[in-house]
């Protein structure tokens, strides 16, 4: 059964630093793409960024770009978001992502929520 | 970046009736990548339909998808209860993978 598990969510001022994690089972983890997409409370679905199986081509949407890095560690598992400079704007629910076939996300974790608020 | 507008906003439909949600693309998307999701109140979101038209594993014959180059539609048949939520539908053939804002089918 694939089961992706986000941590690392909370309260953190404008300016801050937060990494999210997503631990993987169930599926060959350096076989799919991975990807963070967010929900804003009451809003739709943004995708924010997306990581290739060997995590050699990553790719941003222009709202994080700069300040947002994704990694992953093929050996744990673990997909990763790095955020920085954080904004009122980056409050929302963050949710990892599996992509499956025709590059869609086939599997979902729970999400994170990360609050930034002064 | 490829815009997704979905329509209606808002549907309202009665257990058993035909719904049908449209996704127009601000341009040409591959029907290849064009996804469906299903989303219920404080659930993560559900893969629904891959490439246009293709049910994803364990998604009730009920909904179809059909659609090419700008104008994708989704269909489910014979509404259930369990049917009413959001939809989104979702281009994933080039970056930015831009999502529509959603059509919240709700019960009459």
Known sequence: EVQLLESGGGLIQPGGSLRLSCAASGFTFSS????????????????????????????FADSVKGRFTI???NSKNTLYLQMNSLRAEDTALYYCARGGRGQTFDYWGQAALVTVSS | ????????????LSPGERATLSCRASQSVSSSYLAWYQQKPGQAPRLLIYGASSRATGI??????SGSGTDFTLTISRLEPEDFAVYYCQQ?????YTFGQGT?????
């Not at chain 1, 799919?32 to 790719?59: C, D, F, H």
């Not at chain 2, 009730?60 to 998808?65: A, C, E, T, Y």
């Open chain 1, 71 to 73: 990694s992953r560690d």
């Open chain 2, 60 to 65: 009730p014959d009920r909904f179809s998808g």
């Open chain 2, 92 to 96: 994933c053939g080039s970056s930015p």
């Open chain 1, 32 to 59: 799919n793409t991975m990807s963070w997409v967010r929900q804003a409370p009451g809003k739709g679905l943004e995708w924010v960024s997306t990581i290739s199986g060997s995590g050699g081509s990553t790719y």
């Open chain 2, 104 to 108: 919240k089918l709700e019960i009459k």
């Open chain 2, 1 to 12: 970046e490829i815009v997704l507008t979905q329509s209606p906003g808002t549907l309202s």
